[in-house]
């Protein structure tokens, strides 16, 4: 069911409904009808909260924070700022104290599970940070999809190493998770860019980057991250799908430190779908990337400022019937010696998602040199039931010495590990 020299981890990361941040909640507007004031429920809340006298409202700020201050990080902060953001959607009203401001922002918040239902769809690329590891082993960023309640997606990250044998380790979660500060928002006449920021303290894995724009507001969705390498400097960019619930688009990430992020709309006729996938590097001054415009084939893209991709040229069409429905690539080309090598998806009957590869020329990314006749990965018998059955698929994989180091989503459910030894992958390729 696997390609003979696959080596399976006994690893799996697995959702977690007890991870949970705190979002904005907003009450829905009751019809017209049934009340025919001005006033939104939203100022029925706060009036409710502000006929309390000042003993009654500590209590039950107190019994807010029994219940849910060790949850969360700077509790009583996050209850003030929400409380501030709501001052729009209010009547005019009298001044709040300083407990009335934070129960009214405590009325106004929920704890969303956010992956309480689904953590898959994996990218892996090494970590800024290799100080302290052992000789011959790598320290990596993976990042995840997460889904939750209403399936929504968002982006969180999990930190591991590769020892030299090309055993692999994940370190566990913290107990917190909590979203990024908005340090800016800037409309623009595409999208709107995002900048976010994390604190230092906050360990990678309580890092949850939740969708902030409209056209985010379903979710973001299958992060294809990549180390690239400009000049000798090393940037973290990731392509995902913006979902709106009506309408998707690709974007970009952007990072140096997984600390601070901007997030910016792609353009052009090649971003209006999904599954991009950014070269490490420049290709003759170009930015490039593997992607699928037309929902069947893979194509070269190239573009000059990294942000409009227009054109391109197929160069992978379905071949063999495990890939007759359609083909998409798994992640970012992986640059080795002979060429890039580039892991692709192929559907086949009853849409079953197996994982694949190909072997592009180094300085012709257009030229097809090897591709896999077989799945290098299908779905197990054992590892087939889950939330969307009969899937496997990855968003980027990295090389470490003579291993690939492939992580992989099941059954859009968990996420699992495997390796390979390049040269029998390349063997197998023809």
Known sequence: MHATFLNRQALHLRPDPARVIVRPFKPATEPRDLNPTDKTRANHIVERVLELDSKEAENQLADVLENFEGRHRNLLETFERRADEMEEALAAHCSFSRVQRQLVGAYFMNEYSFEASALFNPSIVPHPDQSGIAAGSLR?????????????????????????????????????????????????????????????????????????TESQ????????????????????YATYTAYMGTAIRSELIETSDFLSFRM?????????????????????????????????????????????????????????????????????????????????????????????AALLDKRDPSRVLARSSEPLLRPEPSQREGYVPNVVYTCGALAHKDRIILPYAVSDTYSHFATMKVSALLQAMS
């Open 140 to 212: 990596f960023i993976l990042s995840l999809r997460a889904v939750g309640e209403g399936h929504v997606s968002s982006l969180t990250f999990r930190t591991g190493t590769v020892a030299a044998d090309g055993g692999i380790h994940v370190e566990p979660t913290v107990r917190l998770a909590s979203s990024p500060r908005i340090r800016h928002l800037i409309p623009g006449p595409i999208g709107d860019e995002v900048e976010l920021a994390f604190s230092p303290e906050q360990d990678i894995s309580e890092r949850v980057i939740f969708p902030v």
């Open 217 to 236: 507001s379903h979710g973001i969705e299958d992060a294809r991250f990549v180390e690239f390498t400009d000049d000798g400097r090393k940037t973290y």
């Open 264 to 356: 910016s709309p792609l353009h052009g006729a090649a971003a209006r779908n999904k599954g991009m996938a950014l070269f490490p590097r420049r290709i003759d001054g170009k930015y490039a990337m593997i992607a699928r415009q037309d929902n069947e084939n893979l194509y070269l893209v190239y573009s000059d400022d990294l942000y409009r991709w227009e054109g391109g040229q197929a160069i992978l069409k379905p071949r063999f019937p495990w890939e007759f429905v359609q083909i998409g690539n798994c992640g970012s080309p992986i640059e080795l010696e002979e060429g890039w090598l580039l892991l692709t998806h192929g559907v086949g009957p009853v849409r079953r998602y197996s994982i694949g």
